[in-house]
């Protein structure tokens, strides 16, 4: 059975409304960090879990942890703010050797929607799913594992309205 894994960061206190629709679609959700205001996590409901963490401008929400791995029998996934690996560009090959064992690197802080398929691990982020700083669109991610345990990766833009 595949599952569809919905990927969004960067909402800022207000996530676009197709992206919530696309992402309670799926089976799993990770929201990559910076939520603001927790209250906006409510709107996500996957049909089996939902995994945010930490972004830069997340500390005061205590609960979430900086880093979370979600780990399936064809590979595993990273899933981090990015900050650390570089203020305005975090560096791919940071992420890779911080996660040399993941399958996919998950990141936000940019706001810019990034498939960085050129070596494993890849290193993905879906941009701003929020209205702050996204060039117009709210984006998001669907990672699809088939039955055959390939990994697909569709990107998804919203124009806002």
Known sequence: MSKKIGILADSHGFIHPDVVQLINQCDIAIHAGDIIDEKTLQALKPKQKLIAIQGNNDTHITQLNKVELLEFSSGKIAIEHGHQHGHHQPSHKSLRATYPDAKTIIYGHTH??????????????????????????????????????????????????
């Open 112 to 161: 810019k929607q990034v498939i960085d398929k050129t070596t494993i691990p890849w290193v993905i982020n879906p941009g701003a799913s929020g209205t702050v700083r996204n060039n117009g669109s709210s984006k998001c991610l669907i990672l699809t594992i088939n039955d055959i345990q390939a990994w697909e990766i569709t990107p998804y833009h919203f124009t806002n309205k």
